[in-house]
């Protein structure tokens, strides 16, 4: 388990481009984030409405890019609160285990690209609040 991270250990993270005048090309590779990828999802069609989050992982990293759009990512480490508006494709928000996070505010047409660190895993999840702060405080 690695429960004991704060939201200090969240961090955006640059993702390089290479740029002409042909446009951009960001590429993510090696060492640009500190896990290797088994699993690429996203969502779209999200209304601007929507609250998406409101859990924790256990043991799961996850690098956030808003590929298209923006959106406020809040998180929590039960003593504290941050809220982070991604809004550039090549600046993606790497969310370490251990970290509460909602994620609402969606501007329209809006694509959250997720790159994350193990394979779909409920057992992997905290959805309840009240169960975040114990595992926070054991
Ligand atoms: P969830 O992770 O709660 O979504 P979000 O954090 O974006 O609000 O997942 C929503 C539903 O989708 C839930 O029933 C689990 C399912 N799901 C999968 O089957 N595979 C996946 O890789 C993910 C991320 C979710």
Redesign the pocket.
């Known amino acids: 388990l690695n429960m004991n991270s704060k939201i200090e250990d969240v961090e955006i993270i640059e993702i390089p481009r290479v740029h002409d005048e042909r446009g951009l090309l960001a590429v993510i590779e090696g060492n640009t984030i500190p896990f290797d990828i088994k699993?690429v999802?996203y969502?779209y069609d999200v209304p601007s409405d929507a609250f998406?989050?409101g859990?924790a992982h256990k043991e799961l990293n996850q690098l956030i890019i808003p590929l298209s759009g923006s959106f406020d990512v809040h998180i929590k480490d039960g003593d504290n609160t941050r809220i982070i508006n991604l809004n550039k494709p090549h600046k993606g928000l790497l969310i370490v285990p251990g970290i509460w996070r909602e994620i609402d505010n969606f501007s329209s047409g809006c694509v959250c690209l997720v790159l994350a660190s193990a394979e779909?895993n409920e057992e992997d999840y905290i959805r309840k609040y009240s169960d975040f702060l114990a595992f926070k405080n054991s």
């Open positions: 699993r999802y969502l998406r989050g859990h779909y």
